[in-house]
C-alpha cells in the first residue's frame, strides 16, 4: 500500500525520500513519474555509519551509469515523502556540489 504524504505525486525536479518493502530509505531527485514508476536520478540509500552513528549516504547500484535516472516500482515502495530540510540540502549538495551556506553565516 503507497501512503501519500504529498498533496499529489512527487515533483518532478524535487527530492523525494521512498520507504521500500525491503525496509530501506532512498533518496533521490524526481526525474520523472508515471502510474507505475518513479524515476530517480542519482538515487541513495540513507543509513546509519556504525562508526560514527552519523547519517550516510551510498549509491543504491553502484555499477549504474548515474548520470541516468534509475526505475522504482511503485509496487515496491511502502510510503514516501518530502525529505527533511537538512537531509534534502545534504543530498542535493552532494548532487549538485553546491553546498547551501546555514543561516546567519551572513550579515
Known amino acids: 500500500m503507497l501512503i501519500n504524504t ?3 505525486s512527487p515533483e518532478v525536479g ?13 533518496i533521490g531527485k524526481v526525474t520523472e513519474v508515471t502510474a507505475d514508476s518513479l524515476f530517480l ?3 541513495c ?7 560514527n552513528g552519523q547519517l550516510a ?16 516500482n511503485r509496487a515496491v515502495v511502502v510510503c514516501y515523502a518530502a525529505p527533511n530540510r537538512e537531509i534534502g540540502e545534504q543530498y542535493m549538495g552532494a548532487l ?4 547551501k551556506a546555514p543561516s546567519g553565516l551572513v550579515a
Open 14 to 26: 524535487k527530492p523525494v525520500t521512498l520507504k521500500l518493502v525491503t525496509g530501506e530509505e532512498v
Open 96 to 99: 549538485t556540489g553546491i553546498i
Open 57 to 72: 549516504m551510498q549509491n543504491v547500484i553502484l555499477s549504474a551509469d548515474h548520470e541516468k535516472p534509475v526505475q522504482f
Open 41 to 43: 536520478l542519482k538515487p
Open 6 to 8: 504529498f498533496q499529489s
Open 45 to 51: 540509500v540513507i543509513f546509519i555509519n556504525p562508526n
